[in-house]
């Protein structure tokens, strides 16, 4: 279809003001595409270099940004400390992921494990009070079972459409603060939930990340299955939804510099580790729901296991080298099963109550010993 005048120069001053350190051709062209349809790399760089000086900045890496447009690096939210804790080869750090990002060096880290907030609603300041006086709020407390308390578990089918929207905006706007300190072929995976994983995978790729399939965590937990509600007995054989027996991890990485192997020459990354010689990484891993006295090391609400968190952090560095980042770092799951690997980690935690979980966490996870029967 043909463009109107002005369109993709438009759609180029959009697309850079998402990226105040500025963007590649091919970062360009992407998103110009995902705006107004295909647009040929030629015709950008044609634009780019037509509208130099006027517009665009030419800057290192062959890479433009938008001209007279002065980067400034955000600084830590009030009321959120700046701390860090360092265990080991991991690093934990208390501040915004967002600001955070906004002030690491590019092409610094080489994989992402997380599993972020759902949404923004259960993990808001007011929710969270609730969670911990034991009131539920967003999040649904379970009675006891067979004598055990079971976990919170976030109320997401009560989102409204405002959440919901307000969701896709924030994984956008995170991953795009992502990308530029992802080295090239940098894994990016992402724990979700059935009824999100579609809004937090179209963000991750509007910004940029190439989507790569998932990871399905194969785990029995309490969600979906129930009959009715006030009607259990007129319909006791229906389900209102499927009950859920699976956790799908959204895969994502950062575009290659070149063929796979060109990437892992450079950069270490590109692929996944191999189990072993005859038997590759796979998109399937069993799980068990995390343990009690994993639980008791690390209360969380949101905690995963460490047999499944170290299967999957050792799969995201193909050889074995580099940095691996969680920007919501939670008690520091992730962290702890580096540390275990001997993989280097960075953890970043907002909440100033998970973040002193976490530093006491790190360690006694990152030493326990897994039943591998």
Not at 152 to 163: M, N, V
Not at 230 to 241: I, L, N, Q, T
Request: proline share 8%; charged share 20%; glycine share 8%.
């Amino acid at each position: 279809m043909r463009k109107r005048p002005g369109e993709v120069r438009d759609a180029i001053v959009n697309v850079l003001k998402t990226r105040p350190r500025g963007a590649s051709v091919a970062e360009i062209t992407q998103h110009v595409t995902t705006f107004i349809g295909a647009v040929p790399a030629s015709s950008i760089r044609s634009y780019l270099q037509l509208n130099t000086p006027e517009l665009f900045a030419r800057m290192n890496r062959a890479q433009y940004a938008l001209n007279g447009f002065e980067y400034q690096p955000l600084a830590p939210p009030q009321g959120v400390a700046n701390r860090s804790i360092r265990f080991g080869q991991s690093t934990l750090v208390q501040d915004d992921c967002f600001a955070w990002l906004e002030r690491r060096p590019l092409n610094s880290i080489h994989a992402v494990v997380t599993d972020p907030p759902y949404g923004l609603v259960e993990y808001s300041e007011l929710e969270q009070k609730k969670l911990r006086a034991g009131k539920g709020g967003v999040w649904r407390i379970p009675p006891s079972f067979d004598g055990s308390q079971r976990s919170p578990l976030p109320r997401f089918t009560t989102l409204k459409q405002t959440d919901l929207d307000a969701l896709e905006q924030f994984f956008t706007a995170w991953a795009e603060r992502l990308l530029p300190v992802l080295v090239p072929g940098a894994n990016v995976v992402v724990a979700s939930n059935p009824l999100l994983s579609y809004l937090v995978s179209g963000a991750l790729a509007c910004a940029g990340l190439e989507r790569r399939g998932e990871i399905a965590r194969l785990v029995m937990t309490m969600r979906g299955g129930d009959r009715p509600k006030h009607a259990h007995k007129e319909f006791s054989g229906v389900s209102v939804m499927p009950r859920s027996m699976w956790e799908p991890w959204l895969v994502f990485r950062k575009p290659l510099e070149g063929r796979a192997q060109d990437n892992l020459r450079k950069w270490g990354t590109g692929g996944f580790r191999r189990i072993s010689a005859e038997r590759p990484f796979g998109d399937v891993i069993e799980s068990s729901p995390t343990r009690s006295s994993e639980r008791a090391l690390a209360p969380h609400p949101s905690l995963k296991p460490q047999g499944f968190l170290r299967q999957l952090v050792r799969g995201v560095l193909p050889l074995g080298k580099g940095i691996v980042l969680d920007p919501f770092a939670g008690a520091g799951s992730t962290l702890a099963a580096a540390e275990a690997l001997g993989y280097e980690s960075i953890g970043v935690e907002k909440d100033a109550a998970y973040f002193n979980v976490a530093t006491k966490a790190v360690p006694k996870l990152a030493r326990l010993a897994l039943n591998t029967d």
